[in-house]
């Protein structure tokens, strides 16, 4: 329930931060590819996202090169979350 | 060079290439901002949900513009814009201001960079060709003109996107307002009243398809452009200056049919070019331009849609009297600011 | 027809005039140090290549008031040494054009005025913003100068300075002047930092380009100015030319509005241009001063363009960004300063702290400093955010 939550949350965040025009939180799949084929998102997005982990998780994603992985879908970055949330308390 | 096509995103019903400055929008205040299309069918939405407002419309309006000429590329693509993107500015300066530089994101900052709408351009059109973005205040617009004129002189080109851009924001407003500048007025209608201080202040986009040779569909051609950096120019000055840009053109000045004069509404700024339409031009018809787009640095290319338009359809458009122009039409804009900022473009019939 | 480098001017990390950088590029003395002027929360963490000189001190170098931009106040030091360095009689008969670059116009007293005007809009000294414009930058430096006939300012990023030199040069071929002072200017600001900070593409230490290892760029500040004169100026004046201008090119990558493409195609096509105009084949270039920022995406794409057109024995390469940082709107100038003087005195800088060579490229830039070496040609890049490309070459004239 809690990762469910977590996961409607990220997509209303994501379409926020990254102002996607006509995708609706509700459109975004919890294991759809978010870059390339999936939502289309490029470099600078992925950048967005850092931030987006930042100011709402309190979480530092300090090596850049862990952003395709982490950021692979909503269910990866919510499964990040709960990881580094845990550790970090 | 041929202006075979125009995009044009102004305070006006300008774009979509409807009729002609029919009427004139009215707008109130101090400002006059654009009347913009849906963006959804003219741009990439991918692209467009990073892009501020000058972004969009200047996008867009060069897409207008190429898709007028029926060109899917081009040789060059050159930009003017005075101010840049001051949306993505703002929103980035008062972020770094407010988060004290912390937890800042991208995207403002690189959509703010004076190059942006180049950029988008070449990006849409995956045109890999010349590409260049001049920032001079008043002539940024003109210098982009004059480096196509170059491109084709020296045989680097046979065709070029040339436009400017420039945009009204809050803080921009805010700030420039307290220079003094600008007056609520009731209407741009009445933005020329006599012994009135202040102007309103403008914005837009306008692109041009330019041409090394004509190719038959034409709506003009540029003659000439000059520029002249002279802060209050002694009297005489600048009657000299025009008859040198004209004479070196072999026009004289009997020869234009009309002057666009770059009036703002302030009776000081427009004393010296009331004394040019009484004087030397007594003998042309004499309009201002900016009661239709507002006052901005780059607005010297709303007054070359209008004169190009005026040269296609050989009549000044019923906003301005709809009077017809007998035969070649000639057109001469001269365009100038409160510091100095001084530029003539020649404009004719082809 | 040729355009000839009459005189050169350049104020970076490295030196307040064209004497002091030479020195220090010899001396492999860069300039990346902790910040001393900017006043930025990032001070302890990223070094930067400041030039080392108060406002108030480069005010007294200028003569310009103290409250006027950084940017204006570096631009003149450089501008008017070039113009000084080209020899031109006083009062000599000639059109005179300044074309200048740079990114963020006056954004160092912008940013000043910001947070005050942020509270209220009524609050902030408006003499902060009055220089906000990249061409208000450009019309200060213009009027101490004394060069009213032709004035200009071209923003393209990081590539902007050396367009400002080749629209320069054609204003001469185009019969519109006869003297142009051509380059650009840029001051650290708080604005980019943050900017490129948002991008973490900053290296946290000096930066290593072309190596495996690269983390990223150091910001730098500076200015940098050549003066470019018609055959017929260039006869009348005493001293020989430096150089000719003998190609440049413009081009865009137009793959993504930050990132270069894997393959280089916007370098590749600069490069390309320059070389044609200059009717010269690959393996007559006997340097490239690399744009070389430091970052991955930058080196690669860079490195990928090289290895596309030259071929083994490779021209010598260095970037002396790894000296200056990357001084943005200033770098094109700058470093057709260094270009100059590398083929002047047959020349090479070194590209410091190359470590271990990028393992995707046949070629590794120079890592110790050169001399007495015979340059024919120089070819300077300098590649910009929004896909804008440019290259230049300087020839012995």
């Known amino acids: ?89 | 060079m041929y202006i075979c096509g125009t995009g044009i995103i102004s305070p006006q019903p300008s774009f979509g290439h409807g009729p002609f400055l029919e009427e004139m929008a009215e707008h109130r205040g101090e400002e006059m901002r654009c009347i913009e299309p849906e963006y959804k069918d003219l741009l990439d939405p991918k692209l467009i949900r990073r892009m501020s407002r000058i972004i969009r419309f200047g996008t867009a309006a060069a897409m207008d513009c190429l898709k007028e000429a029926g060109w899917n590329s081009t040789d060059a693509i050159i930009t003017g814009t005075a101010y840049g993107c001051l949306e993505d500015t703002g929103v980035f300066l008062s972020r770094l201001v407010e988060f004290k530089e912390q937890m800042l994101t991208p995207t403002a900052f690189i959509q703010s960079t004076h190059n942006t709408i180049g950029a988008q351009i070449g990006l849409s059109l995956k045109c890999h060709s010349y590409n260049n973005t001049f920032v001079h205040r008043a002539f940024s617009f003109e210098h982009a003109l004059l480096d196509a004129w170059m491109l084709f002189k020296e045989g680097q080109a046979d065709n070029a996107l040339v436009g400017a851009a420039d945009e009204i924001t809050g803080y921009s407003q805010a700030i420039i307002r307290r220079f003094g500048i600008y007056r609520k007025c009731e209407s741009n209608f009445t933005l020329f009243e006599k012994g009135q201080k202040g102007t309103m202040a403008g914005e837009g986009a306008s692109f041009f398809a330019l041409q090394k040779q004509a190719g038959g569909k034409e709506y003009a051609k540029i003659d000439a452009i000059k520029t002249l950096l002279l802060e209050n120019p002694a009297a005489g000055t600048m009657e000299t200056e025009i008859q040198l840009f004209l004479s070196a053109h072999s026009v004289s000045i009997t020869d234009l049919d009309l002057v666009l004069l770059g009036y703002n509404g302030d009776f000081s700024h427009d004393a010296a070019l009331h004394h040019l339409a009484s004087g030397m031009f007594e003998d042309s018809i004499t309009s201002g331009f900016k009661q239709y787009c507002g006052e901005y640095p780059t607005s010297s290319a709303f007054a070359l849609w209008m004169a190009a338009n005026i040269c296609k359809n050989n009549s000044l458009p019923s906003s301005m009297g709809g009077i017809g122009l007998e035969g070649f039409v000639r057109v001469l804009i001269y365009n100038v600011d409160l510091l100095g900022h001084h530029s003539l473009i020649l404009v004719s019939s082809c | 027809m040729p355009v000839f480098v009459a005189g050169l001017g350049a104020i970076s990390g490295i030196g307040n005039n064209v004497a002091e950088c030479l020195h220090s590029l010899q001396e492999s003395r860069h300039g990346i140090a902790p910040m001393v002027y900017l006043q930025s929360e990032h001070r302890n963490r990223l070094p930067v290549a400041e030039v080392k000189l108060s406002n108030s001190e480069l005010a007294q170098l200028t003569g310009l008031p103290v409250h006027i931009s950084r940017t204006a106040l570096l631009s003149l030091v450089a501008a008017k040494e070039a113009f000084l360095d080209a020899g031109l009689p006083s009062g000599f008969p000639c059109r005179k054009a300044f074309v200048s670059a740079n990114s963020v116009g006056g954004m160092d007293k912008t940013e000043n005025f910001f947070p005050a005007f942020a509270a209220n809009h009524e609050a902030g000294h408006l003499r902060e913003v009055i220089h906000h414009e990249c061409g208000a930058i450009s019309e200060i430096v213009a009027k101490e100068l004394g060069v009213t006939d032709f004035v200009s300012t071209i923003s393209t990023a990081c590539s902007s300075s050396a367009n400002a030199i080749f629209y320069g040069a054609r204003l001469i071929k185009n019969d519109l002047a006869d003297v142009v002072i051509a380059g650009g200017c840029d001051s650290l600001t708080k604005f980019t930092l943050n900017g490129f900070n948002t991008l973490m593409i900053l290296d946290e230490n000096p930066c290593q380009p072309f190596d495996e290892n690269r983390r990223g760029l150091n910001l730098g500040e500076g200015a940098g100015y050549i003066v470019l004169v018609s055959e017929k100026i260039a006869g009348m004046l005493h001293r020989m030319p430096k150089a000719v201008l003998s190609g440049y090119a413009n081009a865009n990558d137009a793959y993504h509005q930050t990132a270069s493409s894997p393959d280089g195609t916007g370098s590749f096509l600069a490069m390309t241009g320059a070389l044609k105009m200059a009717g010269l084949h690959p393996e007559e270039i006997d340097y490239i001063n690399l744009h070389g920022t430091g970052t991955q995406n930058n080196d690669i794409a860079e490195g990928t363009a090289i290895q596309r057109i030259f071929s083994n024995p490779y021209p010598l390469m260095s970037s002396t960004k790894s000296f200056t940082g990357h001084t943005l709107g200033a770098c094109g100038g700058l470093e057709a300063v260094f270009s100059v003087l590398s083929l002047q005195h047959g020349i090479v800088f070194p590209n410091l702290r190359l470590e271990t060579p990028m393992k995707e490229l046949p070629f590794t830039p120079v890592t110790r400093f050169k001399s007495g070496i015979s340059l024919q040609h120089v070819m300077s890049n300098s590649f910009g955010f929004g896909g804008n490309c440019s290259s230049l070459i300087f020839s012995k004239s």
Do not use: C, W
């Open chain 1, 1 to 89: 329930m809690v990762m469910e939550k977590l996961m409607e949350d990220l997509k209303t965040q994501i379409v926020e931060q990254l102002n996607l025009q006509d995708v609706k939180p509700g459109d975004i799949g919890n294991d759809d590819p978010l870059f390339n084929e999936g939502l289309g998102l490029d470099s600078i997005d992925a950048l967005e996202l850092i931030v987006l982990l930042q100011q709402h998780y309190n979480i530092k994603l300090l090596n850049a090169e862990e952003g395709p992985k982490v950021f692979y879908s909503v269910r990866s970055m919510a499964e990040y979350i709960t990881t580094h949330q845990k550790a970090n308390p």
